[in-house]
């Protein structure tokens, strides 16, 4: 069983929105950092956005830095990211993550957990 799930891609345009979800699935993620990332074709992952296990504390990739906000809901074991001012160079997969016990990391190689990723497309 994929331990998160991904929904909510899709494909925009240039200055519009999305939401994306990520819920839990099989065990609780409250202890747990949790975070976003992108892939982009022929790139490496990288670090989006982080949120503390309360939702107290929230870290953002300069790159999206006033665009997107990282929430949590911990009583549905959910987390989301919504994207504004979409630009193109948004365009990736969306990977959700987490960390048991720990902040997320920005290096995608130490986190526990990950989903199989969402699609989001934004067209010029």
């Known amino acids: 069983q994929v331990p998160l799930v991904e929904s909510g891609g899709g494909l925009v345009q240039a200055g519009g929105s999305l939401r994306l979800s990520c819920a839990g699935a099989?065990?609780?993620?409250?202890?747990?950092?949790m975070g976003w990332f992108r892939q982009a074709p022929g790139k490496e992952r990288e670090f989006v956005a982080a949120?503390?296990?309360?939702?107290?504390?929230?870290y953002y990739a300069d790159s999206v830095k006033g665009r997107f906000t990282i929430s949590r809901d911990n009583a549905k074991n959910t987390v989301y990211l919504q994207m504004n001012s979409l630009k193109p160079e948004d365009t990736a997969i969306y990977y959700c993550?987490?960390?048991?016990?720990?902040?997320?990391?920005?290096?995608?190689?130490?986190?526990?957990?990950w989903g199989q990723g969402t699609q989001v497309t934004v067209s010029s």
């Open positions: 099989g065990r609780s993620f409250s202890n747990s950092g």
């Open positions: 993550a987490a960390r048991d016990g720990l902040p997320i990391s920005r290096a995608p190689v130490n986190n526990d957990f």
């Open positions: 949120i503390s296990r309360s939702g107290d504390l929230r």
